[in-house]
């Protein structure tokens, strides 16, 4: 079981940057495949960034590519996602979310795209909000 843990959310203003941290516990991710959420109030959630177990591979939502970077770090057990030149759009609750691919009881769902859907993930934060003002 792991156990995640978002931190580094916080209130900024449009244009600035933020870098989201999540830590686990429990186990090592290190063979995971990891996700950033998020979720906006009245909304539902939806995809961010993806990260393959070895960093090899990112996958970002179109809402935020060019501006957002996710990284991990398997020797410390985190996941990071810097979010730079943040809008008021951005404003949302974000979740770190993982998955071990390797010992799920079945494949993951959504074709080539399947990082996308929150249903693929088998363990989640609770959640770092980020506020932007414009």
């Known amino acids: 079981q792991v156990h995640l843990v978002e931190s580094g959310g916080g209130l900024v203003q449009a244009g600035a940057s933020l870098r989201l941290s999540c830590a686990a516990s429990?186990?090592?991710?290190?063979?995971?495949?990891l996700g950033w959420f998020r979720q906006a109030p009245g909304k539902e959630r939806e995809f961010v960034a993806a990260?393959?177990?070895?960093?090899?591979?990112?996958y970002y939502a179109d809402s935020v590519q060019g501006r957002f970077t996710i990284s991990r770090d398997n020797a410390k057990n985190t996941v990071h996602l810097q979010m730079n030149s943040l809008k008021p759009e951005d404003t949302a609750i974000y979740y770190c979310?993982?998955?071990?691919?390797?010992?799920?009881?079945?494949?993951?769902?959504?074709?080539?795209?399947?990082?996308?859907?929150?249903?693929?993930?088998?363990?989640w934060g609770k959640g770092t909000l980020v506020t932007v003002s414009s």
């Open positions: 979310a993982g998955t071990d691919l390797q010992s799920r009881a079945s494949r993951p769902k959504g074709g080539s795209t399947w990082y996308e859907g929150s249903q693929n993930y088998d363990y």
């Open positions: 990260i393959t177990w070895n960093g090899g591979s990112v």
């Open positions: 429990g186990r090592t991710f290190s063979g995971d495949f």
